[in-house]
């Protein structure tokens, strides 16, 4: 299957995203200590609902920042 790079890239952020609010979440329940699992996955999944348009909304300002603070074309 091919996909664009657009998609690639958005695909690419989706999974960063899903793993990272996964790890973060659980770190933070362990820490609290109080994992429970559909306690858990109820913050995981609004972690992510908050966490994927940020990243969405973020990736290109901050892409486009690195780019022409470091002169990369």
């Known amino acids: 299957m091919n996909i664009t790079e657009k998609q690639a890239n958005v695909l690419s952020m989706l999974i960063m995203v899903a793993?990272?609010?996964?790890?973060?979440?659980?770190?933070m329940a362990l820490i609290n200590g109080n994992l429970q699992l559909f306690k858990?996955?109820?913050?995981w999944g609004l972690s992510f609902l908050v966490a994927f348009p940020v990243v969405l909304i973020?990736?290109?300002i901050t892409k486009k920042l690195v780019f022409k603070l470091f002169k990369i074309k």
Not at 19 to 27: E, F, G, H, K, S
């Open 19 to 27: 793993v990272m609010t996964c790890i973060v979440t659980l770190v």
């Open 40 to 43: 858990w996955l109820k913050g």
């Open 58 to 60: 973020i990736m290109p």
